[in-house]
């Protein structure tokens, strides 16, 4: 709830502030020097260069950059989920990830995951000069289920209190399947951006979803889940004015959901494509799940940690 309002568009103008749950889906990246000294670079495709500057990666190139980086170096990635277009951070996470871990090997760790976040930040907005928000960075480096404040000043992480119970149960209402098409995040976000500045309309809806943060919350806290939905399908509807959404075959998608009995739900990420989240009593999901036959659906739990490194051989035992 509140997406949108992440990005510097909106939150210079006024304070933006979203609710965010990271969830058990993980992107991996393991770091080792390379004994030639040349830089070996593993994800979709591998990437064999002699100097930091050859690396076509642009997140990798900048990372390395950002750190000074000049002896050679191995960094392989996997992802539970694709790496691009998916609308759950991928790119983002895997960056946290990246400098996470380089700033373990080389001996200056990011125990601040304020500092964390924001290095990621500096490099996605400000060295490579993407037009994204900070959201999935953010969500990355904490973990958990957190009202995130954006301001001109800067971000506050606040963890949402919720029991085990209500959260289980929360989990039990949620189902989520791909939508086809692959999106340009930046690209997308560069037009919600324009949109924001020059439309007040579309300013006004994005402002009105923030607005829904802290009631969100409430209902969650109390376990009000089909309060939640009704939301969510409220947020959906001020969505579309950002024309975030302007894509046939999410809207006949989340029509499906809506039809087979699902309260409300979201597109994840920034718009196009990516997956669909529906908020639906457990007893809908089969009928859901037939209206969706033949798509891939997306198990959701939550995650609690954040980005961790999770085997250090260079620490003493």
């Known amino acids: 709830m509140g997406g949108g309002s992440d990005l510097p568009a909106f939150y210079e103008q006024t304070p933006g502030r979203v609710i965010s749950a990271a969830i058990n889906k993980y992107v991996f990246v393991a770091i080792n020097e390379k004994f030639d ?67 373990e ?22 060295m490579l000069g993407e037009k994204i928000g900070k959201q999935d960075q953010y969500a990355a480096a904490f973990g958990g289920m ?18 085990k119970k209500i959260l289980a149960e929360f989990n039990s209402h949620l189902i989520a399947f791909h939508v086809a098409g692959a999106r340009d995040a930046a690209a997308i976000h560069a037009g919600v951006s324009h949109a924001m500045k020059n439309d007040m309309a579309v300013f006004m809806a994005q402002k009105k979803m923030v607005d829904m943060v ?49 309260w409300g739900g979201k597109l ?29 659906e997306l198990p959701i739990g939550f995650d609690a940690e954040g980005s961790k490194v999770i085997f250090n051989r260079y620490q003493e035992s």
């Open 214 to 262: 802290i009631p969100f919350k409430q209902a969650l806290i109390k376990g009000e889940f089909k309060k939640i939905g009704t939301m969510l399908h409220k947020a959906w509807e001020l969505k579309k004015k950002s024309h975030a959404l302007a894509h046939a075959e999410v809207d006949a998608v989340y029509a499906a959901g809506r039809k087979a009995g699902a």
């Open 105 to 126: 090997f080389l001996g200056k760790p990011h125990t601040d995951k304020y500092a964390l976040a924001e290095a990621a930040c500096h490099v996605e907005m400000g």
């Open 37 to 103: 000294g040349k830089f070996r670079i593993g994800y979709s495709v591998t990437e064999l260069v002699d100097k930091p500057h050859e690396v076509k990666n642009t997140r990798v190139r900048a990372a390395l950059e950002h750190f000074g980086i000049e002896k050679g170096l191995e960094i392989v990635s996997i992802s539970d989920v694709p790496s691009s277009g998916s609308g759950l951070g991928a790119s983002s996470s895997f960056l946290v990830a990246l400098m996470h871990g380089l700033s």
């Open 146 to 163: 957190n009202i995130i404040d954006f301001s001109a000043q800067g971000v506050k992480v606040s963890p949402v209190h919720i029991s």
């Open 268 to 296: 994840l990420g920034a718009g196009g494509g990516g997956f669909v989240l529906f908020m639906a009593p457990p007893k809908a999901h089969a009928k859901i799940r037939m209206a969706f036959k033949g798509r891939r």
